[in-house]
Structure formats: structure tokens, C-alpha cells
């Protein structure tokens, strides 16, 4: 069974740091594009970043580039987002999820249980 | 504002057929890429409910289909039920962007 688990959400200040992780579990985890999608409450789904399981290229919003990493340990099936110069328009709900198929980069068929960033004096 | 538009809301009553429109451009569903479409309850994670445009994934019923046309694409969902009450988005790809876009959301309600 496909898990992700996602934690490392938390109350930042503005201007701060923080680090996601999300623990995969159930699949060959290199083998796969994994995502992050954020939700700010009471909002629709923003896509933030992916990256390929095979060549690990990355991909951006244009409203986080420069300021969020994305990264994927094969060898612990763990992705991370690295998130910098935080902002108050960051403050959302951040999911993990994976592809539907290895073929279907962008399907994301299965989704973790979403970890909360809020960032505020 | 997203470069996919869906409308804010639909309605439909038990039994019913209802469609979610997903309007875009050139650099995204005109270019061929493919729609996917999620699904959201209140309160918990989406689920994709077709991807491809048109594939449902196992588990999800046929009553939910996929089509794309054009800029465009569409949800239908016949024999509506209550339980289909739910927030549902679209999502494709961009070449502009460089990466992937959701709808701004439909929100259905099953009156």
C-alpha cells in the first residue's frame, strides 16, 4: 500500500526557514515523479514543485523559485522542500503526492495527509 | 487568477448529470498536454479521480468521465449523489510556466 507522510509544518516567523519531509512507503520510490501541492485555507490547490525520479530535474512555480528546494533521498524514500525567506502568502497546508503511473508525471494519484505552515509574527 | 478557469460553483439534484468545465490556452490544454481532474471533500486530501483526460483510476466510479476538446476539457458526472458534494479541480500542464497548473476549483453542490 502506497503511504506518504508528511510532517516538518510549523508556526515561522516572517523571513524564516523551514523543512518538509515526507516519508514514502508501499512502491520503488526512484522510480517515481513526486510533487508538493499547497492549499492556503479556504483556498484551491497550487502546485509547487516536482521532481523527476530518474534524472532528479526540478520544476517551479514561478511564486516560490528561488526561494523553495525540492530534493528526494532514493536510498531513505524521503522527499524534502526546503523553504526560505518565508512569506504570509506561504502559509497553506503543503501536500506530498506521487504519480498515478512512472509514465503520467503530473497525475497525482496518491496524496499524503498534508502538513500545515503558517508564518506569522 | 489561473490560466485554467472553472466556474465557482455547480448544482444538480440526486439522479442528475452534471459537467465541471476547464477552459485554457495554447501553452497548456491547446498544446496538447493531458487534464487531469481531483476530487476534495471537506476536510481531507484530494483524490484523482480521472487522469489522461479520460482514464479513471481503479476504484473511482464510471459515473465520473473526461473529455477534451480544443482549449478545453470537461467532468462529467451522471447520477449525481450526495456524496459527490465536494470541491473539484482540474489540472494540466504549461509549457509558459514551465511546470503544472490547477483550475481555480469548482465547488458542487448536491441540492
Known amino acids: 500500500e502506497v503511504q506518504l507522510l508528511e510532517s516538518g509544518g510549523g508556526l515561522v516567523q516572517p523571513g524564516g526557514s523551514l523543512r518538509l519531509s515526507c516519508a514514502a512507503s508501499?512502491?520503488?520510490?526512484?522510480?517515481?515523479?513526486m510533487t508538493w501541492v499547497r492549499q492556503a485555507p479556504g483556498k484551491g490547490l497550487e502546485w509547487v514543485s516536482t521532481?523527476?525520479?530518474?534524472?532528479?530535474?526540478?520544476y517551479y512555480a514561478d511564486s516560490v523559485k528561488g526561494r523553495f528546494t525540492i530534493s528526494k533521498d532514493n536510498s531513505k524514500n524521503t522527499l524534502s522542500l526546503r523553504i526560505n525567506s518565508l512569506r504570509a502568502d506561504d502559509t497553506a497546508v503543503y501536500y506530498c503526492?506521487?504519480?498515478?503511473?512512472?509514465?503520467?508525471?503530473?497525475?497525482?494519484?496518491?496524496w499524503g495527509q498534508g502538513t500545515l505552515v503558517t508564518v506569522s509574527s | 487568477q489561473s490560466v485554467l478557469t472553472q466556474p465557482p460553483s455547480v448544482s444538480g439534484t440526486p439522479g442528475q448529470r452534471v459537467t465541471i468545465s476547464c477552459t485554457g490556452g495554447?501553452?497548456?490544454?491547446?498544446?496538447?498536454?493531458?487534464v487531469h481532474w481531483y476530487q476534495q471533500l471537506p476536510g481531507t486530501s484530494p483524490k484523482l479521480l480521472i487522469y489522461?483526460?479520460?482514464n479513471r483510476p481503479s476504484g473511482v466510479p464510471d459515473r465520473f468521465s473526461g473529455s477534451k476538446s480544443g482549449t478545453s476539457a470537461s467532468l462529467a458526472i451522471t447520477g449525481l449523489q450526495a456524496e459527490d458534494e465536494a470541491d473539484y479541480y482540474c489540472?494540466?500542464?504549461?509549457?509558459?510556466?514551465?511546470?503544472?497548473?490547477f483550475g481555480g476549483g469548482t465547488k458542487l453542490t448536491v441540492l
Open positions: 503526492a506521487r504519480t498515478v503511473r512512472e509514465d503520467y508525471i503530473g497525475a497525482l494519484g496518491y
Open positions: 508501499g512502491f520503488t520510490f526512484s522510480s517515481y515523479a
Open positions: 521532481i523527476l525520479g530518474s534524472d532528479f530535474t526540478t
Open positions: 495554447s501553452s497548456n490544454i491547446g498544446a496538447g498536454y493531458d
Open positions: 489522461g483526460s479520460r
Open positions: 489540472q494540466s500542464r504549461d509549457s509558459s510556466l514551465n511546470g503544472w497548473v
